[in-house]
């Protein structure tokens, strides 16, 4: 390991995070316009942008005077552990603004408990925001101010492309390194290059990323969104991440045209970015045809929105009994619930509005965004049950959602039909297909054991959080909605709650859970096996 080398990228990174923190700093002196040059290191909102600033730059610099930018060896295992470990320092010096402002506005007197408190929350959200999860410890969002709002949509958008590829796009990498990195970062089984040079591939994304922002945010403008929120709702959408401005998310704006922009751009993020930049710059159509992933992704939300639809239609939302009964960490008052129920009801009470949350909340769950417009946690136990069924989903290999991808499930599906086939004929040679492209075995063995890593971190996951809590339905979703970088799930991590009353130690055990989820476990194995620290 030329942990040198490792050093100087992770400093190059660090020096880029304190020119992105300009933005939102940049913001909060818009908006809270201070006296005087000392204000800057005494508001609370302000405090944190700055020594954010000064430290990553400070850092950064330091790690690149001190290290060598040249590579000794293949770069493999510098790759891999330049995207964790950047992950993770990033993570703790992108939770300073919102550390700082934690502490600053905390009424009760300091100690060392609240401080470790706040750290944990602070790093839980800034986490959440790089790896597009979306769960929140926030009990009311709308009381940040603008500037930390931005942060966290911002950690969205940076991490839904990925931190790792915008350095690669803005400097050149060592080409072997540079490839592992963005192999370890870009999510699904396959890394395409769109360019001949890893740099243009890079530039690319970034690109076609960027303009289905601008656009969404246009069209959320002639919804009625101020141009704040707008932009704040696209980058979560784009990135597939859930960050709202509103505690009540995309519900808050009750407005059927916001829905239908939101769910067709989730759809559209759930896509492989190969197919928007093929549609958007080579104008070939064709490709969504030919394209048996995207077909496969199409059958899936097609065939769960209709479903769901119908379900809703015939059977409406669980009674008041039955809601009262499902565990919360901030249960409904007995004398709400009631008007709870018929809130929700009033929402589906039509085959339109049936459809119109059903494709919004299957859409919102299989693309891993985590946006709500109603509380799903309501809804009859099939559709709650499939819900955390597409959970495990994701989207497509190489979009920005989470989950277990598309491409692997279908692999997984025609691997196993071969080995029914083989049971019943044992002399048949059959190769895996998806689409007309045969499936090397080499990588039907990589999807395979993936599938089994994931089962059985999931396992183990979920085995560490019912230490913290005992809820079963709670424990469980929670991994998968943070493993699988959801960011809601049911019961007391439902769409209506948060996770601010998990003790600290589950809130850590969900924070490794969704790192492990964005990077896809292998990445993460990778940088902390001890063969990879050997010479």
């Known amino acids: 390991m030329n942990l040198s080398f490792?050093?100087?990228?992770?400093?190059?990174?660090?020096?880029?995070?304190?020119?992105?923190?300009?933005?939102?700093?940049?913001?909060?002196?818009?908006?809270?316009?201070?006296?005087?040059?000392?204000?800057?290191?005494t508001s609370p909102e302000l405090t944190g942008f700055v020594l954010a600033i000064m430290l990553s730059v400070l850092f950064g610099t330091l790690l690149i005077i001190k290290s060598p930018s040249?590579?000794?060896?293949?770069?493999?295992?510098?790759?891999?552990?330049?995207?964790?470990?950047?992950?993770?320092?990033?993570?703790?010096?992108?939770?300073?603004?919102?550390?700082?402002?934690?502490?600053?506005?905390?009424?009760?007197?300091?100690?060392?408990?609240?401080?470790?408190?706040?750290?944990?929350?602070?790093?839980?959200?800034?986490?959440?925001?790089?790896?597009?999860?979306?769960?929140?410890?926030?009990?009311?969002?709308?009381?940040l101010?603008?500037?930390?709002?931005?942060?966290?949509?911002?950690?969205?958008?940076?991490?839904?492309?990925?931190i790792v590829t915008l350095v690669l796009a803005l400097f050149p990498a060592s080409s072997?390194?540079?490839?592992?990195m963005f192999r370890g970062e870009v999510p699904g089984p396959t890394t395409e290059k769109l360019g001949p040079q890893l740099?243009?591939?890079?530039?690319?994304?970034?690109?076609?990323?960027?303009?289905?922002?601008?656009?969404?945010?246009?069209?959320?403008?002639?919804?009625?969104?101020?141009?704040f929120d707008a932009v704040c709702h696209s980058f979560a959408t784009v990135a597939t991440g859930g960050f709202s401005t509103k505690n009540l998310s995309v519900g808050y704006y009750n407005s059927a045209y916001i829905?239908?922009?939101?769910?067709?751009?989730?759809?559209?993020?759930?896509?492989?970015?190969?197919?928007?930049f093929q549609i958007l710059f080579k104008r070939d159509f064709s490709v969504l045809k030919k394209n048996s992933e995207f077909l496969f992704y199409l059958k899936v939300v097609g065939f769960s929105i209709l479903l769901s639809t119908v379900v809703l239609s015939l059977k409406g939302i669980l009674t008041p009994e039955a809601v009262a009964d499902i565990f919360r960490g901030s249960?409904?008052?007995?004398?709400?619930?009631?008007?709870?129920?018929?809130?929700?009801?009033?929402?589906?009470s039509t085959v339109m509005g049936a459809l119109r949350y059903s494709a919004f909340q299957v859409v919102s769950i299989v693309t891993t965004t985590g946006f709500m417009t109603a509380d799903y946690d309501m809804w009859p136990n099939s559709l709650r049950m499939l819900l955390v069924f597409l959970m495990f989903f994701g989207g497509c290999a190489g979009s920005t959602a989470g989950g277990i991808k598309m491409l692997r499930i279908q692999v997984l599906q025609k691997a196993m039909t071969r080995e029914v086939r083989r049971?019943?004929?044992?002399?048949?040679?059959?190769?895996?297909?998806?689409?007309?492209?045969?499936?090397?075995?080499?990588?039907?063995?990589?999807?395979?054991?993936?599938?089994?890593?994931?089962?059985?971190?999931?396992?183990?996951l979920v085995f560490g959080m019912s230490f913290f809590v005992e809820d079963f339905s709670t424990a469980a979703t929670a991994v998968t909605a943070t493993l699988g970088n959801v960011g809601p799930g049911l019961s007391g991590v439902g769409p209506t709650q948060n996770f601010d009353w998990i003790p600290t130690g589950g809130k850590w055990l969900l924070t490794i859970a969704m790192l492990l989820g964005r990077l896809e476990l292998y990445t993460v194995l990778i940088a902390f096996a001890p063969i990879s620290w050997k010479k």
């Not at 101010?145 to 990925?162: E, V």
């Not at 072997?176 to 592992?180: L, P």
């Not at 069209?219 to 101020?226: D, K």
Request: proline share 4%; glycine share 8%; no cysteine.
């Open 199 to 227: 740099r243009q591939t890079a530039k690319i994304l970034w690109g076609v990323y960027t303009l289905l922002t601008a656009v969404q945010t246009i069209l959320l403008m002639f919804g009625g969104m101020t141009l």
């Open 423 to 460: 049971m019943v004929q044992p002399k048949l040679v059959q190769l895996v297909k998806v689409g007309k492209s045969v499936v090397d075995e080499k990588q039907v063995a990589n999807i395979l054991g993936f599938l089994l890593l994931f089962i059985m971190t999931y396992g183990i």
């Open 331 to 348: 249960p409904i008052p007995l004398d709400q619930i009631d008007a709870a129920v018929a809130s929700e009801s009033s929402k589906v």
């Open 145 to 162: 101010p603008q500037s930390l709002l931005f942060w966290r949509a911002t950690t969205h958008w940076l991490g839904g492309m990925g």
């Open 176 to 180: 072997v390194t540079g490839y592992q």
């Open 70 to 143: 040249h590579l000794i060896g293949n770069g493999i295992r510098e790759g891999f552990t330049i995207v964790t470990f950047g992950w993770i320092i990033l993570a703790f010096f992108s939770s300073l603004p919102l550390l700082t402002w934690f502490i600053m506005t905390d009424p009760n007197p300091q100690s060392i408990h609240s401080v470790w408190y706040h750290f944990t929350n602070s790093y839980f959200e800034v986490m959440s925001g790089y790896t597009t999860t979306g769960s929140t410890i926030l009990r009311d969002i709308e009381i």
């Open 6 to 41: 490792v050093s100087h990228a992770v400093g190059r990174l660090l020096q880029v995070l304190g020119i992105v923190l300009l933005v939102p700093t940049a913001i909060g002196v818009f908006t809270s316009r201070p006296e005087s040059i000392e204000a800057l290191f």
């Open 259 to 276: 829905d239908w922009v939101v769910t067709i751009f989730m759809f559209l993020a759930g896509m492989n970015f190969l197919l928007h």
